[in-house]
């Protein structure tokens, strides 16, 4: 997609992708051209209030590339972490951003900031909206996306439309891949995500170091100025060849492999998507991967999916939240 200054804002849409670590946004246009686009760091204290400032900063950094003002924009949409009321425009139980305790109004609090109406969504649903619409997923007519970042995040797209259930479908992050297994971040044991996500991978690291474990992470984490092992710094840590590294990152393969794999069993599909920072960074030989790992769980191995990096790469959340703004 071809980027440049914008000389109408009528009809411009704005994305902002809120992710554990990272927050993208991007300004688009009525046929999906990128106008301009932006990323911040993610606070890592303050909560909800210093999470929506954040939000308003790298959409204001990103109208500013589009030669566009907030206010002007048709809308703007927010793909988020945890429990998403599009509705009441809210988000709770988002335990991967700071300090996010109850629930909380982003999309009236954003809205004061930027002047212009705001409207929210599930993370990992509005990267996968764009997928199906823009990317990967065009005529797919059913697939499971998968994020794998800070945590591990689910959507599902059935006969060409996105499976909400009752709100919550597609958190593949939270079934359970070992019984009793490791401590996830939701509280709960042996979810996919306490194995695969980013968070809960630096957690386990840390305690490994601290008991004087060797591993080049945290010294690359330094030299990128990152306070939280980013998608990058687990990259460098990989092509440096780290031991501790590839252990973590060839544990939270496999457990991808195992929970996709049930997943597909379930459902059926013939596609699985790779999103998320770490799915992106890593690329299609994760994806490969990953695959691979699922094929001693899969009832019909003959028939195993086809499993794809997102084609929008990096930007597709920041895309998917701006399509929840209607044509205008």
Request: proline letters at 5%; a positive charge.
């Given at each position: 997609?071809?980027?440049?200054?914008?000389?109408?804002?009528?009809?411009?849409?704005?994305?902002?992708?809120?992710?554990?670590?990272?927050?993208?946004?991007?300004?688009?246009?009525?046929?999906?051209?990128?106008?301009?686009?932006?990323?911040?760091?993610?606070?890592?204290?303050?909560g909800?209030?210093?999470?929506?400032?954040?939000?308003?900063g790298?959409?204001?950094?990103?109208?500013?590339?589009?030669?566009?003002?907030?206010?002007?924009?048709?809308?703007?949409?927010?793909?988020?972490?945890?429990?998403v009321?599009?509705?009441?425009?809210?988000?709770?139980?988002?335990?991967?951003?700071?300090?996010?305790?109850?629930?909380?109004?982003?999309?009236?609090?954003?809205?004061?900031?930027?002047?212009?109406?705001?409207?929210?969504?599930?993370?990992?649903?509005?990267?996968?909206?764009?997928?199906?619409?823009?990317?990967?997923?065009?005529?797919?007519?059913?697939f499971i996306?998968?994020?794998?970042?800070?945590?591990?995040?689910?959507?599902?797209?059935?006969?060409?439309?996105?499976?909400?259930?009752?709100?919550?479908?597609?958190e593949i992050?939270?079934?359970?891949?070992?019984?009793?297994?490791?401590?996830?971040t939701?509280?709960?044991?042996?979810?996919?995500?306490?194995?695969?996500?980013?968070?809960?991978?630096?957690?386990?690291?840390?305690?490994?170091?601290?008991?004087?474990?060797?591993?080049?992470?945290?010294?690359?984490m330094?030299?990128?100025?990152?306070?939280?092992?980013?998608?990058?710094?687990?990259?460098r840590?990989?092509?440096?060849?780290?031991?501790?590294?590839?252990?973590?990152?060839?544990?939270?393969?496999?457990?991808?492999?195992?929970?996709?794999?049930?997943?597909?069993?379930?459902?059926?599909?013939?596609?699985?998507?790779?999103?998320?920072?770490?799915?992106?960074?890593?690329g299609?030989?994760?994806?490969d991967?990953?695959?691979?790992?699922?094929?001693?769980?899969?009832?019909?191995?003959?028939?195993?999916?086809?499993?794809?990096v997102?084609?929008?790469?990096?930007l597709?959340?920041?895309?998917?939240?701006?399509?929840?703004?209607?044509?205008?």
């Amino acid at each position: 997609m071809a980027t440049g200054p914008a000389r109408d804002p009528r009809g411009l849409r704005g994305g902002i992708d809120l992710g554990g670590t990272k927050i993208q946004a991007v300004i688009i246009s009525r046929t999906h051209r990128i106008l301009g686009e932006a990323r911040r760091p993610t606070p890592a204290e303050g909560g909800p209030e210093a999470v929506t400032a954040a939000l308003a900063g790298t959409l204001g950094d990103a109208a500013t590339a589009a030669g566009v003002a907030p206010r002007a924009l048709a809308g703007v949409g927010v793909g988020s972490p945890g429990s998403v009321d599009a509705q009441a425009g809210t988000v709770s139980q988002a335990g991967n951003l700071p300090d996010w305790d109850g629930s909380f109004p982003l999309a009236e609090r954003l809205g004061r900031l930027v002047g212009c109406p705001v409207r929210l969504g599930n993370d990992v649903q509005v990267a996968n909206r764009a997928e199906m619409r823009l990317g990967a997923g065009r005529g797919r007519p059913s697939f499971i996306g998968v994020a794998w970042g800070t945590g591990v995040g689910g959507s599902l797209v059935l006969d060409g439309r996105l499976w909400l259930g009752r709100g919550a479908a597609g958190e593949i992050g939270h079934t359970v891949v070992v019984r009793e297994g490791a401590p996830c971040t939701c509280g709960r044991r042996g979810c996919l995500e306490a194995y695969a996500g980013r968070a809960a991978m630096e957690l386990t690291a840390r305690k490994r170091a601290d008991r004087g474990e060797k591993t080049v992470l945290f010294r690359v984490m330094k030299q990128f100025g990152r306070n939280r092992l980013t998608s990058g710094v687990w990259a460098r840590a990989l092509d440096e060849d780290d031991p501790m590294a590839h252990e973590l990152i060839d544990r939270a393969v496999g457990a991808l492999g195992t929970g996709i794999a049930s997943a597909i069993n379930l459902l059926d599909v013939g596609a699985v998507i790779i999103e998320g920072g770490l799915g992106i960074r890593l690329g299609q030989p994760y994806a490969d991967q990953i695959a691979a790992a699922m094929q001693p769980h899969l009832f019909l191995p003959q028939r195993a999916p086809e499993v794809q990096v997102a084609a929008l790469g990096d930007l597709g959340g920041a895309i998917g939240a701006a399509l929840l703004v209607g044509a205008v």
